[in-house]
């Protein structure tokens, strides 16, 4: 891996700011490999043993995190209208510039990455590669095989045009449930199309966004950092995830 900075290593923890950082090295509080540093600017291998007042640090070029996101959060990372999903991290977490990879409602629970990636994240929001996003979905109203159809062929609804997209029925009743599976992610878009059924939306959690399921041992508003296997299988991730299935849903 290519060398870094110093100080731009150490704010990568997030415990401290790149000024702080300099701060540290100038009083001597930090060793690399066991010597004590020089300078803010000198270059350092990620794999060196980098350490402040004894402690050892973990360095990390990018951070991703899946959240369990419960309802009443905003997917932005500040806004005046309430609460945002960056309010349930950690501080030294909050410091590292991170970002949802793109929007869940306030109201929506479930999957939701979190990451200071740039081009990955923007891979995975393009409409080129149809990342498909599963949801799982309570309605009012029992949902028939007409409706698969119709989210099948693709459906308009008001000045919202929708790529075909899937409709599992799980249970049809007075209040059905079912998976649905986007290959687009456009505003309020499950919500939109049940309601144009006339089976609007009583409860909606994301389960799945490309390869990645949500961990079913988080708890909601609980978070954890994704593994070395999960982000390999996001940079390597290409082909829609239609046919893989999920889990299957408890209440």
């Known amino acids: 891996m290519e060398k870094q900075r110093l100080d731009k290593m150490i704010a990568s923890t997030g415990k401290w700011s790149r000024r702080e950082a300099k701060d540290l090295i100038r009083q001597g509080r930090v060793l690399v ?19 402040v007042d004894g402690e050892l640090l973990e360095y990390r070029r990018y951070t991703w995190i899946m959240l369990n996101k419960p ?27 991170l970002f949802p990879v793109g929007r869940l409602d306030k109201d929506t629970e479930g999957l939701l990455l979190l990451t200071n990636e740039g081009g990955l994240a923007h891979d995975l929001l393009s409409p080129k590669r149809h ?16 409706d698969c159809k119709a989210f099948e062929a693709g459906m308009t609804v008001g000045d919202l045009a929708c790529l075909p997209a899937g409709l599992e029925i799980l249970s ?20 939109r199309m049940l309601a144009g059924l006339g089976k609007p ?6 389960i799945r966004m490309g390869p990645l399921e949500l961990d079913s041992g988080l708890s909601r508003g609980a978070f954890r950092f994704l593994t070395e296997n999960e982000l390999e299988r996001l940079r390597g991730f290409d082909n829609p995830t239609k046919n893989v299935k999920c889990s299957p849903k408890t209440q």
Request: overall charge negative; hydrophobic content about 40%.
């Open 172 to 191: 049809a009743a007075a209040e059905s449930e079912a998976y649905v599976t986007l290959h687009e992610g456009k505003f309020h878009q499950v919500k």
């Open 71 to 97: 309802a009443g959060y905003l997917s932005a990372t500040e806004d005046g209208r309430g609460p945002t999903v960056l309010d349930l991290l950690p501080e030294n977490l909050r410091r590292q510039g």
């Open 201 to 206: 939306v009583l409860y909606l959690e994301r």
């Open 131 to 146: 990342v498909d996003k599963v949801y799982y979905a309570r309605v009012a109203g029992c949902l028939t095989e007409t």
């Open 33 to 51: 490999n066991g010597a004590v540093a020089r300078s803010a600017e000198e270059k350092t291998d990620p794999a060196a043993a980098v350490s």
